[in-house]
């Protein structure tokens, strides 16, 4: 599917209990690798009976690094080790409302799936979709058999975050939309966040950025957020997140800190 | 493995098996617990502990290396006054013996740590504390303490003197000095009960858009299996000169690129009582097992009955 490969992987327990928002995490090549550290991806979509057990997709962007690149060139039956579902769903509303779903490059790999869950309990789907360029979009047509309407935006960095928040504050200011889910990467997360404060909706973000280990044991992914207190401090975004409520995390300081 | 002995005892410490979680790979054990690996380990070594939390200026974040992993060595770390019994896994089941890595900038910060860890009383389950002598001095011009002998001895006896004596020190130390043998035996002198070889060795990555660090040059370390070589190595001296005399008996753990079975079995014949684990976890959270599997088996094939044979054998002609 244009730059990103698709898979579906064969783990039964995982898929039994993936939920939209979580990942997993992949070793890269086999114990003898020189690629040491691990990739953390989002689900895509989850199965949990198929033909040949439960099943998972993922996304990846072989582009993005060697190890993404070795994942990409995954063939069928080849065999990786993985673990998951890694960290916290994205949490759905109890009641039918309005929402805007938004995705960008390899990172909305969860939006359809998501989108599909969120019209299963009678919300009205809009969604985003956004990327450098056609070929690094995931999900178009799917979307918009899940979704009442289909935004597409491609532009390149940083244009494509400020893009992004101008559509999303139209819609906010067009529709009685009660919460935002988006999926991206930190610098596209942040001005999606900002603009959706004043209206008061709350974004719920899936933050993908490097996850070294995408278990909880290295404390790389580390993101800064504030606590109901105003305390500030750091939770690790593979364990804790890697979705997070939009206006408790401290983009300023995840920006500077992603350099 | 039921027939092979694995228990080794490293400064009055024992271990049901040679194989301990490396500082910053294993966090505080919780994350193992959840992963049902806990078991596989002799004891865990937790993040850095510093006098007072570190919230350093960027995240530790890590790079990939051809065969190994760079990382800032000054890290955002937890400060003693802080840190709450209930961060540490005591309460789980089946926990293996925690050994609290220490860090700070002068010697009387590691004093300061070993205190705290007192007056919380924290240090009744402490099994044991690792010195990270790869911290740097902020009194001589940001040089870590293993670079030299001065440096290294100065921080062990301060921390020695915080210490319950029953309490074995693990002194981390750096390969990549002029004279290990030399700084080693400053440490065992202030009362060191084992020494941990090696810390990540000086490294550097260039961003090849930017042409630019990655990480501060200044505190940046490379770890994972690249480093094997170098450990081996710094194990191999460290024996070498305890059989020539030059270094009163001491313990050696090797830390730096071990992943395998056979890694252990190399280190352990090079002279290691023991080794830790640190980017194979990140690689395989499974690896402890498989290492543990490994070794055994290489104890099995030589025909020994325990891997306390295996210790130092390389050394013999």
């Known amino acids: 599917m244009g730059a990103f490969r698709h898979h579906t992987l064969v783990a039964p327990d995982i898929a039994d209990r993936a939920r939209p928002g979580q990942m997993v995490s992949v070793a890269i090549g086999g114990p003898a690798s020189a690629l040491v550290s691990r990739r953390t991806l989002p689900i895509a979509a989850a199965s949990p009976s198929g033909t040949y057990g439960g099943t998972v997709d993922v996304i990846v962007d072989p582009g993005l690094d060697a190890g993404m690149a070795w994942l990409g060139d995954l063939r069928a039956h080849d065999e990786v080790a993985m673990i998951g579902p890694v960290g916290r769903a994205y949490p759905l509303p109890t009641s039918g409302v309005d929402v805007l779903v938004v995705g960008v490059g390899a990172s909305a790999a969860p939006v359809g799936w998501l989108a599909a869950h969120l019209r299963d309990r009678g919300c009205r789907v809009d969604l985003t979709l956004a990327g450098p360029d056609d070929r690094h979009l995931v999900g178009v047509i799917e979307a918009r058999r899940i979704a009442g309407s289909v935004t597409v935006l491609t532009g390149a960095d940083p244009e494509l975050g400020a893009d992004l928040a101008a559509r999303v504050r139209t819609q906010l200011r067009t529709s009685e939309i009660a919460v935002v889910y988006a999926a991206g990467r930190a610098r596209h997360l942040a001005p999606v966040v900002e603009v959706a404060r004043p209206f008061g909706v709350v974004v719920q973000c899936c933050v993908d950025e490097d996850m070294p280990c995408g278990t909880g044991l290295c404390g790389s992914c580390e993101i800064p957020v504030r606590a109901d207190d105003g305390m500030r401090h750091t939770i690790r975004g593979c364990t804790e997140g890697a979705v997070l409520r939009g206006d408790r995390v401290d983009w300023a300081a995840l920006a500077e800190e992603l350099g | ?317």
């Not at chain 2, 806990?38 to 937790?46: C, F, P, R, S």
């Open chain 2, 1 to 317: 493995m039921s027939d092979i002995g694995t228990e080794v005892e490293i400064g009055g410490l024992r271990l049901r098996v040679p194989v301990i979680g490396a500082a910053g790979c294993v966090a505080f054990g919780r994350e193992l617990v959840r992963l049902g690996v806990q078991d596989d380990l002799g004891a865990i070594v937790t993040p850095s502990l510093t006098a007072r939390t570190r919230a350093a200026a960027h995240r530790a974040v890590l790079r990939e290396a051809p065969s190994g992993l760079l990382a800032p060595t000054v890290r955002p770390s937890y400060g003693v006054e802080r840190l709450r019994p209930t961060a540490l896994p005591w309460d789980h089941e089946g926990v293996p013996p925690v050994i609290v890595s220490l860090a700070g900038n002068t010697s009387g910060d590691f004093a300061e740590v070993a205190s705290g860890l007192r007056r919380g009383s924290l240090m009744r389950r402490v099994a044991g504390v690792e010195i990270q002598l790869a911290s740097v001095d902020a009194k001589n011009s940001h040089r870590p303490f293993a670079y030299d002998e001065f440096g290294a001895t100065k921080v062990v006896a301060r921390v020695r003197e915080s210490v319950p004596s029953g309490v074995p020190i693990f002194a981390k130390l750096c390969a990549d000095v002029t004279d290990l043998v030399e700084v080693a035996r400053g440490c065992v002198k202030a009362g060191a009960s084992a020494l941990v070889v090696t810390s990540p060795v000086r490294g550097l990555l260039l961003d090849p858009a930017t042409l630019r660090p990655v990480i501060d040059p200044a505190s940046s370390g490379l770890s994972g299996p690249a480093l094997l070589p170098i450990t081996l190595r710094a194990v191999w001296d460290l024996r070498a000169a305890v059989r020539s005399g030059r270094l009163p008996p001491i313990p050696l753990v090797a830390v730096g690129g071990i992943r395998s079975g056979q890694d252990a079995a190399a280190a352990l014949a090079a002279g290691a009582s023991a080794v830790q684990l640190g980017t194979a976890l990140l690689h395989d959270p499974d690896a402890a097992a498989a290492v543990v599997a490994g070794l055994v088996e290489a104890v099995r094939e030589r025909g020994f009955d325990h891997v306390l044979d295996l210790i130092g054998i390389a050394h013999d002609h």
